[in-house]
């Protein structure tokens, strides 16, 4: 089995990485904040004090970042994984980050005979969990084929959409999916609140007709008790929307709602709720249509 490194612990890679150990993986771990790497030291993965080192004991380098800064300076920034990657190994950022990063990246590292796979995913902190991630990969075929049986233990369904970029592409399109479901929602419960319509009702018939979602599944109850604990940051949301209204400029897609629900998570964090959970959209509809809590 190969030897794999794991860099980035937070809320989404920490069980990520948990997952990996649990299926009889040895992890090569690192994180900014070394206390959390220690966390999955006591599950039997080892320590490593920079991205470097945990290249240069590991086959397989999985990634679980913030953004594209982080993303490229983990891995072509100075003590960066390809720095310490040996020839043959392969590196797979499963961050959310640029599709046009993600195929600068791919090039770096095939000039270094280093395989490079972009493959974020969906599913949140429920499915880090879980094991139950929607993974979407670009890159060459025999990387994605080397790489299956980790994906397999960190999510169900998985699939190789494409060359080096296409995994952020579509994870750019997911999330203006999920952005514009989550405003919908929360359109919809303010709206049945003000009405007179208990909002738990109103999820409830929404789940079981054509507008149920795995939205609803999973942040309904958040929805509901307004416990905004982030499983997915309105920070990194933001974000994400970012990243998909770039790639729409370069491609010449038009994507006018995208727009609009990016400046509202602009008012969020602007009210400084920046890294509640991005279901606390639905606070800013309340707010604007003058109800306190759905």
């Not at 990387?143 to 579509?170: C, I, K, N, S």
Request: hydrophobic share 45%; proline share 3%; aromatic share 4%.
């Amino acid at each position: 089995m190969e030897k794999v490194g794991f860099v980035g612990l937070g809320i989404m890679g920490a069980a990520m990485a948990r997952n990996l150990l649990g299926a009889g993986h040895k992890l090569v771990v690192h994180n900014r904040t070394r206390a959390k790497a220690e966390e999955l030291a006591k599950h039997g993965a080892v320590v490593a004090d920079s991205p470097r080192e945990v290249a240069e004991g590991s086959d397989v380098i999985v990634t679980m970042l913030p953004g594209p800064p982080e993303v490229e300076g983990i891995v072509a920034g100075e003590g960066g994984l390809l720095e310490g990657a040996r020839e043959g190994s392969v590196i797979i950022d499963m961050s959310t980050s640029s599709p046009t990063l993600a195929r600068e990246l791919h090039r770096a590292a095939k000039g270094r005979g280093v395989g490079m796979l972009d493959a974020p995913v969906s599913g949140g902190d429920v499915g880090a969990a879980e094991g139950t991630l929607s993974i979407m990969v670009g890159g060459e075929e025999d990387d994605f084929e080397r790489a299956r049986p980790l994906f397999g233990a960190m999510g169900t369904t998985v699939v190789h959409v494409g060359g080096a970029g296409a995994g952020q592409t579509v994870k750019a399109c997911n999330q203006i999916v999920v952005a514009l479901v989550i405003e919908a929602v929360s359109e919809a419960l303010v709206l049945g609140s003000k009405a007179g319509v208990a909002p738990e009702k109103v999820i409830e018939v929404l789940s079981g007709g054509l507008a149920a979602s795995k939205v609803l599944e999973v942040k309904g109850e958040k929805f509901l008790s307004h416990d905004f604990a982030p499983g997915g940051k309105a920070e990194f949301h933001r974000k994400d929307l970012g990243i998909a209204l770039a790639a729409g400029r370069e491609h010449g897609a038009v994507l006018p709602a995208t727009a609009v629900v990016d400046q509202m998570f602009g008012a969020l964090m602007a009210k400084g709720r920046n890294d509640w959970d991005h279901s606390a959209l639905i606070t800013l509809i309340e707010e604007w249509s003058g109800h306190s809590g759905s």
